[in-house]
């Protein structure tokens, strides 16, 4: 066990798979960052530096640079995973998904389904999300809502280096196409991380500490913003739990409605846009299954319905923070039935 | 020509298989009983016989929304299909994808395609599987004069190229792309735009079996033994309008008796076959007997087949969630 960066655990996963098991395979931009030119043949290891040195330990049949071209490689990721590899494709960001829509909401989503359970999609998308770098409206956005509303995709967003790994790792194993989102904010944040492989189960939300008052659900990097507000909650004795979501598809609705039923309140936290987004979604699981277990309505902290701004006084307060899920807090427990 | 009487008889009963398969489908519309769309592959046979005839269990092929013939060309079961396209338990996809999703991996067929431009890309990952695999398989995208103008296909031709993938874009050029006429709609020449590319590209009589054949030929080989893609751009004619219900009045009536009349791939196969005593006309006779045969049989299965279990709604979103 020793301190690493999100960063180190994600390239860690990598590296594991790609040694346990040779027909999984990188591809996307710039993941080697490099070929073809005169210089260094992984300059980058990718857009945020995950897949730096694979390069050298696999050799350019396991991981390859790409044109960008998210439709013809994310839909060669598809046609490969049909046909016997695993492959684990990279986006810089989200936001470029766009342009492939089709390649994972009507194919890598629907094979499965549509053939009539004859085909195995074993193929991972990774790509950064998320707003804080002054990186404006189309490289800031936390668009996993979208992706969790197709049927037959899995949905992951780490919050925290131990979970990147074990997720990432579970991710390549599973025969499901799985979308694999990395708030770039998080690149450098550093935990406790096993050198061995090991995997953390889809599904199964984290605790990340347990109190009576109040459950703060969250997800992400917004998992860190939330337990800043629990550390200044608690100086004013109201004690939260704080759910880490970890996969949003498929969603822990278990562990969400037993600390409903525990707390009484809830504060779901979100970086995605406010409509339709993962608070909206969970917020409604609870009033339809857990409406009596709630001593007052559920509050839901997240951006306005606005694109990312650039400037950075906008961006951070476009962001939800830890003093918006002290607020929140507060309300819910003032407005107690 | 080099192929054997035994290939030649095969050859033909694939396309009559088709024909009779699409012109039995079409008319089963008229009954009701099929519950979705389909779009038919008739007038088209000599393009998928003509290249998949050519490949074996290790070679793929992706497939279009017009793709019941290359589902039969690449060995698909035919009750299987035709059940499938019922919307039944028994069909090939247990019912649940219809005309437009007709797949079995097992044959090296990953699918028809509900999306213009779906193949290509997903044909280069096959082509990459192969190479990095080590299987000596060829991956072959069919795609039409619509599909050749989507960005996906584009991108997919310039992936393969660089990454020297064993892949054949088959662009079959029947003209139209729903109503809308190539003529109007693809800008410049599709042979030269694949050369571009740096792609080795050439046009074929799509109505001529044995064209199809010997560029297909070339094309797999260069593929097999690692020379990178092709394409072919496949001229050919289709029958009936873009989908079952499709009244066609975008193409003269003269155009379309012309079409009937002269231009049919099977017409043009008998002729050359029987002209140049490789085959004899009872010989063809006996195999129109037995498709007929077939595809009877096809449709009593399909319509004897069970709906499909409600419980099975939502099974297979997911192989574990």
Sequence with gaps: ?337 | MQLSRDELLSAYQTMKTIRVFEDRVNQEMGSGDIPGAVHLYAGQEASAVGICSLLDSRDQIASTHRGHGHCIAKGCDVPGMMAEIFGKQNGLCLGKGGSMHIADLEKGMMGANGIVGGGPPMICGAALSAKILGTKGVAVAFAGDGAFNQGTTQEALNLASIWQLPVVFAIEDNGFAEATSSEYAVAGDIVKRAQAYNIASEKVDGLNFFEVHLAAKTAIERAREGLGPSLLQIKTERYYGHFSGDADTYRSDEEKNEMRQNKDCLKIFRNKVIGSSLLNEKQLNDIDDKVLELIDNAVKFAREGAEPNLEDLTKDVYLSY
């Design chain 1, 1 to 337: 066990m020793s301190i690493k960066t999100f960063r180190q655990a994600l390239n860690e996963a990598l590296h594991l798979e790609m040694s346990r098991d040779k027909n999984v395979i990188i591809f996307g931009e710039d993941v080697c960052g490099g070929t073809g030119g005169t210089g260094e043949k992984d300059a980058w290891g990718g857009a945020f530096g995950v897949t730096k040195g694979l390069l050298s330990e696999f050799g350019p049949d396991r991981i390859m640079d790409t044109p960008i071209t998210e439709s013809a490689f994310v839909g060669a990721a598809v046609g490969a995973a049909m046909t016997g590899l695993r492959p684990v494709t990279e986006i810089m960001f989200v936001d470029f998904l766009g342009v492939c829509f089709d390649q994972i909401f009507n194919q890598a989503a629907k094979v499965r389904y549509m053939f009539g359970g004859k085909a195995d999609m074993p193929m991972v998308l990774r790509a950064s999300y998320g707003a804080g770098a002054s990186s404006a409206s189309q490289h800031s956005q936390a668009l996993y809502p979208i992706f969790t509303h197709i049927p037959g995709l899995k949905v992951v967003v780490p919050s925290n280096p131990y979970d990147a790994k074990g997720l990432l790792i579970n991710a390549i194993r599973d025969e499901d196409p799985v979308i694999f989102l990395e708030h770039k904010m998080l690149y450098d944040f550093s935990g406790e991380v096993p050198d061995e492989a090991y995997t953390v189960p889809f599904g199964e939300a984290g605790i990340i500490r347990e109190g009576k008052d109040v459950t703060l659900i969250s997800l992400g990097k917004m998992v860190n913003v939330c337990q800043e507000a629990a550390d200044e909650l608690a100086k004013e004795n109201v004690a939260a739990s704080i759910l880490d979501l970890r996969t949003i598809s498929p969603l822990d609705e278990e562990t969400i409605l037993e600390f409903t039923e525990e707390t009484g309140r809830v504060v779901v936290v979100d970086e995605a846009y406010p409509r339709c987004g993962v608070a909206a979604d969970v917020s409604s699981i609870i009033v339809e299954k857990a409406f009596s277990d709630l001593k007052a309505p559920i509050k839901k902290v997240t951006p306005p319905h606005s694109p990312v701004p650039y400037a950075p006084n906008l961006e951070q307060a476009f962001l939800p923070s830890s003093q918006n899920v002290i607020d929140a807090v507060k309300e819910v427990i003032r407005g107690e039935k």
